[in-house]
T-cell receptor, first 113, second 117 residues
Framework: KQEVTQIPAALSVPEGENLVLNCSFT??????LQWFRQDPGKGLTSLLL?????REQTSGRLNASLDKSSGRSTLYIAASQPGDSATYLC????????????FGTGTRLTIIP | NAGVTQTPKFQVLKTGQSMTLQCAQD?????MSWYRQDPGMGLRLIHY???????DQGEVPNGYNVSRSTTEDFPLRLLSAAPSQTSVYFC????????????????FGAGSRLTVL
């Protein structure tokens, strides 16, 4: 059974710093990995989807990397801003083309002005 | 606004009461699903549907029923609410054809916070 872990559960950094969020998964036979953002009282918004054949995916100040062999993905946020404060979750599908996702428990990020 | 709409946003129930959480999407998505989110446990799949008339169980289906009579709607029914069902519930949908290519993502509703006393 796939297990997805995100450590730490919470992180606070000063504005302007670059930071890395971690996601680990136990079964390396994944097809893709998604990073989501969740704001308090809101639903989840997809940030990046990285395919198993890719090593990196970028969107603006966000960069997601994937290392299947080690069972890890990282989300790099450059030049952090207070608006980046949110909970970030990663998720992997249970099979190719399968919409059923296994989610990590998330990292709550606070950017200190 | 196009997207996934959930109602109600907040609900308080007493143990044993029944209720229905509503989910509607206007994107003509074939796939719809319900997740619950509990502190420290991430999101867990309750039920899902790949099209009208087709539903299946997810990871934690006990105590919940679903039906899919139309493409747009996917209600979640709590038959006899229990305190263990206190949670935030999210509905999500996707276009299956794009998802099977590994390229699509789920669109989530804003959530329904349920408290069972």
């Amino acid at each position: 059974k796939q297990e997805v872990t995100q450590i730490p559960a919470a992180l606070s950094v000063p504005e302007g710093e670059n930071l890395v969020l971690n996601c680990s998964f136990t079964d390396s036979a994944i097809y893709n990995l998604q990073w989501f953002r969740q704001d308090p009282g809101k639903g989840l918004t997809s940030l990046l989807l990285i395919q198993s054949s890719q090593r990196e995916q970028t969107s603006g100040r966000l960069n997601a990397s994937l290392d299947k062999s080690s069972g890890r993905s990282t989300l790099y946020i450059a030049a952090s801003q207070p608006g980046d404060s949110a909970t970030y979750l990663c998720a992997v599908p249970r099979a190719f083309g399968n919409e059923k996702l296994t989610f990590g428990t998330g990292t709550r990020l606070t950017i200190i002005p | 606004n196009a997207g996934v709409t959930q109602t109600p946003k907040f609900q308080v129930l007493k143990t044993g009461q029944s209720m229905t959480l509503q989910c509607a999407q206007d994107m003509n998505h074939e796939y719809m699903s319900w997740y619950r989110q509990d502190p420290g446990m991430g999101l867990r799949l309750i039920h899902y549907s790949v099209g009208a008339g087709i539903t299946d169980q997810g990871e934690v289906p006990n105590g919940y029923n679903v039906s899919r009579s139309t493409t747009e709607d996917f209600p979640l029914r709590l038959l006899s609410a229990a305190p263990s069902q206190t949670s935030v519930y999210f509905c999500a949908s996707s276009n299956r054809l794009r998802f099977v290519s590994g390229a699509n993502v789920l669109t989530f509703g804003a959530g329904s916070r349920l408290t069972v006393l």
